[in-house]
């Protein structure tokens, strides 16, 4: 079992910037994909971005150029910067890693709010 707890959310203008992070309680070295998805209200939940083990990283087109998916192996952390935000981009975001042996972890959400 993983725990990913998700922080950095919040309310910012648009145009700004938020950094969001995703700690995970044991090591991300080994994980097959990392991710971030976001979820706004009355809508289905969305891959944003995602990066895999080997360090190839996948954007949603609305958010490339803007938003970047890294991470810290010594911190079991990764992280989605996010800038240039848009009114559009609040919503609930969310973390997630999926494991080589098929398994699938969730964080509880953190929100941004992105005021026009």
């Known amino acids: 079992q993983v725990q990913l707890v998700e922080s950095g959310g919040g309310l910012v203008q648009a145009g700004g910037s938020l950094r969001l992070s995703c700690e995970a309680s044991r090591s991300i070295f080994s994980i097959k994909v990392m991710g971030w998805y976001r979820q706004a209200p009355g809508k289905q939940r969305e891959l944003v971005a995602a990066l895999t083990s080997g360090g190839s990283t996948n954007y949603a087109d609305f958010v490339k150029g803007r938003f970047t998916i890294s991470r810290d192996n010594a911190k079991n952390t990764f992280y989605l910067q996010m800038n240039s935000l848009k009114f559009e981009d609040t919503a609930a975001y969310y973390c997630?890693?999926?494991?080589?042996?098929?398994?699938?972890?969730w964080g509880k959400g953190t929100l941004v709010t992105v005021s026009s």
């Open positions: 997630n890693i999926k494991s080589y042996v098929g398994m699938d972890y």
